[in-house]
């Protein structure tokens, strides 16, 4: 029987999910689909309600739905737990599991690069969503953490969150310092990635053996990773960390190992495309 998976968010007409999962459905002869549907806010409920009638096998969801739909399932994997959101839910025996492969896909997507985690220093720039999960799987491979945030107090937050969990965390001002010396790895969270415009402050003065990260998957190279790379930086965009997401939710769901490069190569066709269309 063919199986049906599927992305809800909102907006939802750009993401790559769809194309990268239905690529590696066909690499492997799967009989499966993978839809996107846009879900408002206020009608998550009745959305997972019909893709369990309709017989869905499980889902990813995307903004804004990753933490209300916590309440919404049956149970929780110990990742779901601790990042207090959900990016995949599986069906399994009727009750919904909730799972989260954002903070693994990040981990995944840098381990090659990084060369080992214990005890290095990771600073993330933003103390949202996106950098919550990255911030408690970058804490349990053992990094240390400095984060730097626009509002402190959620920076400040987010600290506590990682140290009760475990790990090590210091909070500060979000702007260049002293850190900038000694750093491994620099993720770049906030929504102003998004944004083709100047990066706030400069990174001047950043370690020459850092790898910078913007978590984006709009463009090819942000600001951020455009002055760390004329700085002797390695960078990497989003599409690493959206990859190894979808490879984790894909063996969460299917049991075995993802493909990989095919979903990759699927990954990258969508985003040239994308890039060329915009001109
Ligand atoms: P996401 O789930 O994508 O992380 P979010 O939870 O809304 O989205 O978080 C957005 C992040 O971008 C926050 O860290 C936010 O900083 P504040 O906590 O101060 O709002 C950051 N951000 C958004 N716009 C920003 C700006 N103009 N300058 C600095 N940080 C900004």
């Known amino acids: 029987m ?11 007409q750009h993401s790559l999910s769809p194309g990268m999962h239905n690529a590696g459905y066909k690499a492997l002869g799967i009989k499966a689909e993978y839809h996107r549907f846009r879900v408002k806010p206020g009608q998550l409920a009745q959305a997972v309600d019909g893709l369990c009638a309709l017989g869905f096998s499980g889902w990813n969801v995307t903004i804004p739905h990753k933490e209300p739909i916590v309440s919404l399932l049956d149970s929780l994997t110990s990742e779901a737990r601790r990042a207090g959101a ?4 599986k069906i399994h025996e009727g009750q919904r599991i909730g799972h989260n492969t954002d903070g693994a896909g990040f981990v995944r ?9 214990q005890a290095k220093k990771a600073v993330l720039l933003g103390a949202g969503g996106a950098a919550k999960g990255i911030a408690l799987a970058l804490a349990e491979q053992g990094m240390e953490l400095h984060i730097l945030n626009r509002t ?9 969150v990682i140290q009760r969990w475990g790990g090590t965390a210091t909070a500060g001002e979000f702007a260049p310092g002293a850190w900038l010396e000694d750093v491994d ?6 929504s102003l990635g998004l944004l083709n415009e100047s990066f706030p402050f400069s990174i001047q003065g950043i370690s020459k053996g850092a790898l910078v990260v913007d978590i984006i998957v709009n463009q090819r190279e942000t600001a951020i990773l455009r002055e760390a790379k004329g700085l002797g930086c390695r960078t990497q965009n989003g599409l690493g960390m959206l990859l190894y997401q979808g490879a ?5 769901w299917l049991g075995g190992q993802a493909p990989v490069e095919e979903m990759s190569q699927a ?8 890039l060329f269309a915009k001109g």
């Open 267 to 274: 990954l990258k066709g969508q985003f040239f495309e994308r």
């Open 152 to 160: 402190p107090e959620k920076a400040k937050e987010l600290v506590q």
């Open 109 to 117: 997507s840098v381990e090659a690069e990084l060369n080992g985690f």
């Open 86 to 89: 959900v990016n995949t839910v």
């Open 248 to 252: 984790l939710a894909w063996e969460f």
């Open 2 to 12: 063919e199986k049906h998976y599927a992305v809800l968010g909102d907006p939802i």
């Open 185 to 190: 790895l620099l993720v770049q969270t906030t």
